[in-house]
Every structure is written in C-alpha cells, then in structure tokens.
C-alpha cells in the first residue's frame, strides 16, 4: 500500500503549493490543489476543499511521476 506524502512546497504546473495538505485536510488550499491537479489531468476532481481518497490518489500518481522525471535527471 502506498503512502502520499503531504503535500508542502512543491511545484504544481507553473505555481507553488506552499502549505502541508494530507487526508483530512480542508480548505482553500485543498480546493488550489484539486484545480491544479484537474489541470494537469490527475483528475477528474470535485473542487469540494476536502482532501479525501480520490485527492490522495491524484497526488500520489502526480508524485510518483515527478520523481522518476527528477531521478531521470
């Protein structure tokens, strides 16, 4: 089983998430990263401010895709 990480500073598209966001989570924050994750095609989404399963498993697979690019150097 496979853990997100939170999200913190990270790039997100062209803009910064700067606030640690985790399963749970509620708020405009969430909302900025449903948006963004919808964005750049990790969704479908609901923009609700709830971090919940389906926004945990948008960001672990966005994750997951930026650190191969980064280990790809």
Known sequence: M???R???VHQ???S?????????SRGAAVAELQ???NLLQYGPLNID?????RTKAALEQF???AIRSSAAG
Do not use: M, R, W
């Not at 910064?16 to 749970?24: E, R």
């Not at 401010?49 to 399963?53: A, H, I, L, S, W």
């Open 12 to 14: 997100l598209g062209n």
């Open 63 to 65: 994750q997951n895709i």
């Open 35 to 37: 948006a963004k994750l």
């Open 6 to 8: 939170p999200a913190t």
């Open 2 to 4: 496979s853990t997100a």
């Open 16 to 24: 910064t998430v700067s606030q640690v966001l985790k399963l749970g």
């Open 49 to 53: 401010q709830n971090f919940d399963e």
